[in-house]
């Protein structure tokens, strides 16, 4: 597992610990993500948070008023901190992941990111479900990944184009269409709780329908 494909459990947690949060405030914060994750948001009750984080329903309710409070705290840090984090650590990888061969600059993403959602496929439904009842969120999180793009990514696929390996597009559509696919492929597992998706052959089969699409021959 690379460091940007570890669980995003760890990385929440790490922003934690640098907040102002009480250590029972963490750990009710630490569970929610926990069982909304496995059980769902509908599914969890108060009682099963106050349980896991060891501390009373009164300590739940204290702080969150109530179940709703408790998922927009949880999501907040994510949406500001997690996700940016996560988006520099994989910026990191690729970095130093880099290749002269754009059809294995591919095949990193592509797997990476594949791993990565279906290892974090019930907090992804969770946070699509928010983002379809606060768009501001949507933009918040593309805003992080258009800069990452920008910084890190443009000068990449840059030299991929001055080789005649790359269509000559923008970067971030490059990009949007790299991520509409890998959506397309790992949505349904995400959506049906799946985890039985082969990422190997799956990206075998992204890849070459990615590198065929992106190749200046085929985009004239």
């Known amino acids: 597992m690379t460091q940007s494909n570890r ?3 760890d990385a929440f947690a790490a922003s934690l610990r640098t907040s102002d949060l009480t250590d029972k405030q963490q750990a009710v914060l630490t569970a929610c993500l926990a069982l909304f994750s496995r059980k769902g948001f509908d599914a969890t ?11 009373s329903e009164g300590t739940v309710y204290k702080k969150y008023r109530s179940k709703q409070g408790l998922l927009d705290a949880l999501l907040a840090p994510l949406a500001t901190v997690v996700v940016p984090r996560l988006a520099k650590e994989f910026m ?3 970095t130093r992941n880099d ?9 990193f993403i592509v797997r990476d990111r594949m791993a990565f959602a279906i290892s974090n ?6 946070m699509i479900g928010r983002v379809l009842n606060d768009p501001q969120m ?14 890190t990514i443009e000068p990449i696929l840059k030299r991929y184009q001055q080789a005649g390996q790359l269509v000559d597009w923008p970067a971030t559509t490059i990009m949007r ?6 959506i397309g492929t790992t949505m349904p597992c995400i959506l049906l709780d799946m985890e039985d998706l082969n990422i190997d052959s799956a990206t075998a089969e992204v890849v070459d329908f990615l590198a065929k699409g992106l190749s200046p021959g085929e985009s004239r």
């Open 7 to 9: 669980p995003v459990e």
């Open 45 to 55: 009750s108060t009682k099963d948070i106050a349980q896991l984080a060891h501390v």
């Open 92 to 94: 990191g990888e690729i």
């Open 99 to 107: 290749s002269a061969d754009f059809r294995a600059f591919l095949d």
């Open 121 to 126: 496929r019930h907090l992804i439904r969770i």
């Open 138 to 151: 949507l933009t918040t999180v593309l805003g992080q990944f258009s800069d990452a793009i920008t910084e």
């Open 177 to 182: 269409t790299i991520a509409s696919t890998v």
